[in-house]
């Protein structure tokens, strides 16, 4: 069974920092490509940051110079470190693993990170 677990999610006061994590299993997590997310309510989910399994890595313009994304195959782990934060940045943040052939994806449940004075 496939399980992808978001963790690290919370509140956080504008200008703070979190750092998320996304634990997979059932997988072999090495050859998925990965992606962070994230979505309000009334909105379509968006993407924040992709790490490709090379390590290769994108992000969104809302995300350039503020968030890291990295992972660490050995134990199948993604994470998204978040720096200067803003309201605008509050989300439910989801953990996504592609691969292309063949075409396989999963979504995690999601972590609720709530930037607020």
């Known amino acids: 069974q496939v399980q992808l677990v978001e963790s690290g999610g919370g509140l956080v006061q504008p200008g703070g920092s979190l750092r998320l994590s996304c634990a997979a299993s059932?997988?072999?997590?090495?050859?998925?490509?990965m992606a962070w997310y994230r979505q309000t309510p009334g909105n379509q989910r968006e993407l924040v940051a992709t790490?490709?399994?090379?390590?290769?890595?994108y992000y969104e313009d809302a995300a350039k110079g503020r968030f890291t994304a990295s992972r660490d195959n050995d134990k199948n782990m993604v994470l998204l470190q978040m720096n200067s934060l803003t309201p605008e940045d509050t989300a439910v943040y989801y953990c996504?693993?592609?691969?292309?052939?063949?075409?396989?994806?999963?979504w995690g449940r999601g972590t609720q990170v709530t930037v607020s004075s």
């Open positions: 996504h693993a592609e691969r292309r052939f063949p075409s396989l994806s999963f």
């Open positions: 059932g997988i072999i997590f090495s050859i998925y490509d």
């Open positions: 790490i490709t399994t090379n390590g290769g890595t």
